[in-house]
């Protein structure tokens, strides 16, 4: 196995152990902002297998996680109109050091 699919698990395994919806939901429901609850879910829904945090310190690190463990960038925004189809439709975060802190607007 190679580090990046070591890494990619064992983040996700971190990630779903850590729930992002609890996380993402609590910083959400604190700013009275919708959050992010089913991202796992959105990037199924693009074909891949969930999704994945990779440094849980930076808004930026979220990924979907490929079949063969390969990484692909997430539109946060895109993912705002995929949970929320009658709006809000874009994503902001609260704090960039906490990659569970994004929520739609």
């Given at each position: 196995m190679n580090v990046k699919r070591t890494i990619a698990l064992a983040a996700t395994a971190i ?41 849980p310190g930076s808004v930026w690190s979220w990924r979907c996680v490929g079949h063969r463990g ?36």
């Amino acid at each position: 196995m190679n580090v990046k699919r070591t890494i990619a698990l064992a983040a996700t395994a971190i990630c779903m152990g850590a729930g992002f919806t609890a996380a993402g939901t609590a910083a959400a429901q604190a700013a009275g902002q919708p959050g992010l609850p089913r991202l796992h879910a959105y990037c199924q829904h693009l074909g891949h297998l969930n999704s994945v945090a990779t440094d849980p310190g930076s808004v930026w690190s979220w990924r979907c996680v490929g079949h063969r463990g390969e990484w692909h960038r997430i539109d946060m925004n895109d993912a705002c109109r995929w949970h929320y189809p009658n709006g809000p439709h874009h994503a902001a975060y609260h704090d960039p050091r906490n990659a569970f802190s994004w929520y739609c607007y």
